[in-house]
């Protein structure tokens, strides 16, 4: 009995450790809605604060835009596009903004990573 307390707490601490150190990060949404349509997403949020992946497949080879559309209320929005474990485009967003990025692609399996940071408002990416 005593043995399962001492591992229960043993575990705890070792969660909150990695909570504060950022290892671990929780994601909390509030009215947050998605939504996906083919190389297409968009989401609105009261409230967004962690991070999400969205994947995508191209033709390797392929030259490839990034489109976005960012609406910031409140806090702060960042995407990231990863390609093979490396960051091809990075924006952090406190304020509206829209724009593009292109680049040739060396290969077929991307990712998009959102990380809302006690943020507020709404985002559109698409790729052409």
Do not use: P
Request: proline share 0%.
């Amino acid at each position: 009995m005593l043995s399962s307390i001492i591992t229960f707490v043993m575990i705890m601490l070792v969660i909150v450790m990695l909570l504060k150190l950022g290892v671990l990060q929780l994601t909390t949404k509030k009215n947050y809605v998605f939504k996906r349509k083919g190389k297409e997403l968009s989401f609105r949020y009261q409230k967004f604060d962690g991070f999400e992946y969205h994947y995508f497949w191209f033709g390797k080879g392929a030259e490839v835009t990034l489109t976005y559309e960012v609406i910031v209320e409140e806090g702060e929005l960042a995407l990231e596009w990863i390609s093979g474990g490396k960051i091809i485009w990075q924006q952090s967003f406190t304020s509206n903004s829209e724009g593009s990025f292109t680049t040739q692609l060396t290969r077929r399996y991307h990712s998009v990573r959102v990380v809302g940071r006690q943020t507020k408002g709404e985002c559109r990416i698409r790729f052409t």
